[in-house]
């Protein structure tokens, strides 16, 4: 664990943070994503269309993703280490760097911070309908900087934070597992009507390994907005506790909660997908309205977030 540390991750979040995700390069969730569509359609034929049917499909699918690609990972990097060890370290390094998104995140997200400060109106909302599921043809400028910083400060936790803790806990092959479970809930752990039954392993799962790392990078993103300028810890602490759990799903609240308080804003709200407004609680007090500098403001905090998780990791290292 400690060792991993110092020569794999510590370096893999440097890499994130000096590289992040150019899209020329072969990515494992892109692998994972093509996966889930072969297999969703093995199963879909396989299993009886009927709820059962589609429940045991569900969750053959969820367990089989993460043994895939976590215990591929692992039989990669024994095969590997026989031939070099300077090759498992290579390709161990590379991979865990692909983990995380946080420069990835911080680029998309400011993607939408620029055409709105040039008061470009539709060109920031085409680029933030690449990172929201919500229609944002009819949002307005507070409405399309809003939806990037929730995005921000919700996906802290599943595409930073929590990789971060995986991997420190079990290497490479935890961190795919992970990984996997993730995906699996982005493309098919939806509640409508192709996914109610089918997907609902993959959301139930997704769950609970994202149980103890939102929590934990809710209660980390107050202490980063106590040192960050621009922002307020004291406040942060306030909404996450008070917040932290007005949401349908048991983990998404917490960081986007204590990102609303660490800004001073109110996030959330309703939303309309596919031309429906889906009812949701607002997060946070409206002191003042979201504004696109709060976007930068979001991915500080989540640096902070995850450079707090490093520290912690390091200390835990050198301990053990």
């Known amino acids: 664990m400690a060792h991993f540390f110092w020569t ?28 889930i569509s072969v297999l969703e359609r093995l199963l879909r034929r396989l299993f009886p269309k009927t709820p059962a049917g589609e429940r045991g499909a569900g969750i053959v699918l969820a367990l089989a993703l993460p043994i895939l690609f976590g ?54 909302r085409q680029a933030v309908s690449r990172i929201v599921g919500r229609d944002t043809q009819a ?22 934070t929590a990789p971060l803790i995986f991997l420190f806990l079990g290497g490479l092959p ?4 992970y990984k996997a479970v993730s995906t699996l809930d982005s493309m098919v752990g939806y509640k409508n009507e192709k996914y109610r039954w089918f997907g609902w392993a993959s959301a139930r799962l997704d769950d609970v390994l994202n149980f103890i790392p939102a929590r934990l990078s809710g209660l980390l993103m107050c202490i980063g907005a106590a040192l960050l300028p621009g922002c307020s810890g004291r406040h942060a602490w306030k909404i996450f506790w008070r917040d932290r759990r007005k949401h349908a799903s048991p983990n998404s609240a917490h960081t986007e909660a204590a990102c609303a308080g660490a800004l001073e804003v109110q996030l959330a709200g309703d939303a309309s997908y596919f031309g429906k407004v889906v009812h949701k609680p607002t997060l946070g007090d409206p002191i003042r309205p979201v ?14 977030t995850a450079a707090l998780f490093l520290l ?9």
């Not at 921000?152 to 599943?158: F, G, K, L, Q, S």
């Not at 935890?174 to 597992?177: C, E, Q, S, T, V």
């Open 291 to 304: 504004e696109p500098e709060d976007i930068p403001r979001a991915c500080w905090l989540m640096y902070a």
């Open 71 to 124: 215990g591929g990972s692992a039989l990669i990097l024994w095969g590997l280490g026989q031939v070099s060890p300077w090759l498992s370290w290579v390709v161990q390094l590379w991979f865990t760097y692909q983990l995380l998104a946080a420069r990835s995140l911080q680029k998309e997200s400011m993607a939408v911070c620029y055409p709105l400060k040039k008061h470009d109106l539709d060109g920031a």
């Open 8 to 35: 794999v991750l510590l370096p893999a979040a440097v890499l994130d943070l000096l590289l992040g995700d150019p899209h020329w390069m072969p990515h494992p969730v892109r692998w994972m994503g093509r996966t």
């Open 139 to 160: 949002l307005d400028e507070t409405g399309v900087a809003k939806a990037a910083v929730e995005t921000v400060a919700e996906n802290t936790c599943d595409g930073v």
């Open 312 to 320: 912690l990791f390091a200390g835990l290292s050198i301990w053990l």
């Open 174 to 177: 935890a961190g795919m597992a």
